[in-house]
């Protein structure tokens, strides 16, 4: 377990912990490509330190249904650190497509106008395609790390088949 001080630097600690998840997901599964990897790190990095994310979430999906995924979810309050990684390796993703999908938090809906979010969206490197999120049916989540700086704190879960 880790204390961490209030510093600005918190969005971008966070945000260094998710994307090297993905960094270590990449090299067991081939995805995201490792140039994208970056771009994923800063719009986590800007969207947490505006305080407009909710969740993220990335893994692999058949159809409209998640195969596997890493799900973190931002909660304000008692820290608790962690160290990134434990990504499993060797799931069966066989005919599966990698998906990075992502929801908003109530401050993004609440304190901000249409003109002021598409604003926001428009300088974010990954520009998202508005979806449904699939569904999670048929498998299970196991709750495995938690990553904290700064007041914030994020938990990971796994879910599988």
Known sequence: MSTYTVTDTAPRELAGKIASDIRQ????YGQPAEADIH??????????RAG???TYTFGFRKGDLWVMSYEYSVRQGELVGGRPG????????TG???????????TWFNEQ????RTAFRAALPIQRTPMNE????????MVDRSYGANGTEISRRQFKR
Do not use: C, H, M
């Not at 997901?25 to 067991?28: A, K």
């Not at 106008?113 to 002021?116: K, V």
């Open 39 to 48: 771009n994923y790190l800063e719009e986590i990095e800007a969207l947490l």
């Open 113 to 116: 106008t249409d003109a002021q």
């Open 96 to 106: 599966a497509s990698y998906l990075n999908f992502l929801t908003y938090s109530d």
């Open 52 to 54: 407009y994310l909710k």
């Open 86 to 93: 434990g990504i499993e390796p060797n799931l069966d993703v």
């Open 25 to 28: 997901f990449s090299r067991y």
């Open 134 to 141: 699939p569904s999670y049916s048929g498998g299970y989540w």
